[in-house]
Nanobody, 123 residues
Framework: QVQLVESGGGLVQAGDSLRLSCAASGRNFNLYGMAWFRQAPGKERELVAGISSSGYTLYADSVKGRFALSRDNGKNTLYLQMNSLKSEDTADYYC?????????????????WGQGTQVTISS
């Protein structure tokens, strides 16, 4: 089973960009479906974007056209490029992996989670 470590969060202004990274250790990262979830204070955790082991991608409507998800299996790393950030993007962002290779908006489908990285957007 892989272990996941997120990085790249921080405090930026509305309209700025950030790139989050999720580094995986362990075997068979390429077989995992991977995703970014986020959780804002007082709200439920929600899918931001996911990518299956075969490359199928899934995005939340709220981030389509602004965020781009990619993975580099050679580096065992998942990326989330976030552009045109808005105050409503403020949340803790979590990387998650599904050992069966699929991608879903349901957090319970994911077997492994990182500890999260905080993203704060000032308006």
């Amino acid at each position: 089973q892989v272990q996941l470590v997120e990085s790249g969060g921080g405090l930026v202004q509305a309209g700025d960009s950030l790139r989050l990274s999720c580094a995986a250790s362990g075997r068979n990262f390429n077989l995992y479906g991977m995703a970014w979830f986020r959780q804002a204070p007082g709200k439920e955790r929600e899918l931001v974007a996911g990518i299956s082991s075969s490359g199928y991608t899934l995005y939340a409507d709220s981030v389509k056209g602004r965020f781009a998800l990619s993975r580099d299996n050679g580096k065992n790393t998942l990326y989330l490029q976030m552009n045109s950030l808005k105050s409503e993007d403020t949340a803790d962002y979590y990387c998650a992996g599904n050992k069966f290779g699929g991608v879903s908006a349901t957090s319970a489908q994911y077997d492994v989670w990182g500890q999260g990285t905080q993203v704060t957007i000032s308006s």
